[in-house]
């Protein structure tokens, strides 16, 4: 899911905007770099775990500016997507983040647990001599914080699904989670499996990030009004927010697009698990578990065309879309309006 805009739009984003500036600044000097030069600058500011955790423990044979790395690789990308989706979701959740704690706090923050996320994916991978960069870890800290506190806020995403572009209005708090969910899950398969199942993407950097900034939020200070109950801003509500019956909807739409791809996914497990997106079937199939689990025992999944139908998936799918009508009926009003998204 690609976070596009949220229900807060923090005020203050001196800050959010500078890291933005860093990084954007970092990498057009990557791109000045060919061959040895940009392998050598990456060895020189990337954190490498064979050489953090010995300078962490005062190796003497390790210079200590090691250390220093699990900051200075914060600011450095692998390449335009890495770039790009990093400081839209920083951008997207900072800002709001930003204003709730202050910038100076916020920085500092940003900084931190960009460090201890980066030094928690050294240790996990300890004797690697390949260099950590990114700032995926300081983020995720970002997003941990957001998902305390802003519970009633919305986001919306844009999510591709075979090969078309849908956007939902979504509680922050589902779509946050399920990036955790799907970070967690990913993490335990480059454990089990190998590094590549993931993309050699720091997966425990992010998961470590989030749970720091998740459980930092209660401590920091904060410098804007507390969340009114139902409200999406600390603020003003904005106009344009969804009400709950567009919310429900948008959740139903979501469920039934996740079950969809399990059931794709399982129908062509064949060709997936020889995929590069084989990994993608697994947190698919975690969140998606607790909806098909009711209609497993009485719906045996039947052979098509040599591939696995699940039938209860399929059942999930019309659940969902039923319960949805029957709680959104709650919420409608039939003189009201439908909101519009401006953006």
């Not at 989670?177 to 590549?196: D, P």
């Not at 062509?268 to 607790?290: C, D, G, K, L």
Request: glycine share 8%; hydrophobic share 55%; proline share 6%.
């Amino acid at each position: 899911m690609i976070p596009l805009g949220d229900s807060v739009g923090g005020r203050r984003q001196s800050v959010t905007l500078g890291i933005i500036v860093v990084c954007v600044l970092v990498f057009l000097y990557e791109l000045t770099l060919r061959g040895a030069q940009l392998d050598l600058f990456v060895q020189r500011f990337g954190a490498v775990p064979r050489l953090v955790l010995p300078a962490l423990l005062g190796d003497p044979r390790v210079p200590h500016e090691a250390l220093l790395t699990l900051f200075t690789s914060q600011f450095i990308h692998a390449g335009f997507l890495h770039l790009g989706g990093n400081m839209l979701f920083l951008w997207v959740f900072g800002r709001s983040v930003e204003d709730r704690v202050g910038s100076g706090v916020f920085l500092a923050f940003y900084l931190l647990a960009g460090a201890i996320a980066g030094l928690v994916q050294c240790f996990v991978s300890a004797a690697e001599s390949v260099p950590l960069i990114g700032a995926s870890g300081a983020i995720a800290g970002v997003l941990g914080l957001y998902f305390i506190a802003y519970p009633t806020a919305w986001v919306r995403v844009l999510m591709p699904v075979l090969f078309f572009f849908w956007t939902f209005d979504l509680p922050a708090v589902l779509v946050l989670a399920f990036w955790f969910v799907s970070q967690f899950f990913s993490g335990l398969a480059a454990i089990t499996h190998a590094s590549r199942a993931t993309g050699d993407v720091a997966v425990w950097a992010h998961v470590a990030g989030f749970v720091l900034g998740a459980a930092s939020a209660p401590f920091l200070p904060r410098s804007t009004a507390k969340l009114a109950p139902g409200a999406g801003s600390p603020a003003v509500r904005r106009t344009d927010a969804p009400g709950p019956a567009r919310l429900i909807s948008s959740v139903a739409d979501l469920a039934a697009l996740l079950l969809a791809a399990r059931l794709l996914l399982r129908f062509f497990s064949f060709v997936v698990a020889r995929s590069p997106i084989a990994f993608v079937a697994v947190p698919i199939q975690a969140v998606t578990e607790p909806m098909v689990a009711p209609f497993q025992d009485f719906l045996p999944p039947v052979r098509v065309l040599g591939g696995v139908l699940e039938t209860y998936t399929l059942a999930a799918i019309v659940a969902v879309y039923v319960i949805a009508g029957l709680i959104g009926q709650l919420f409608v009003k039939k003189s009201a309006a439908s909101p519009s998204f401006k953006r």
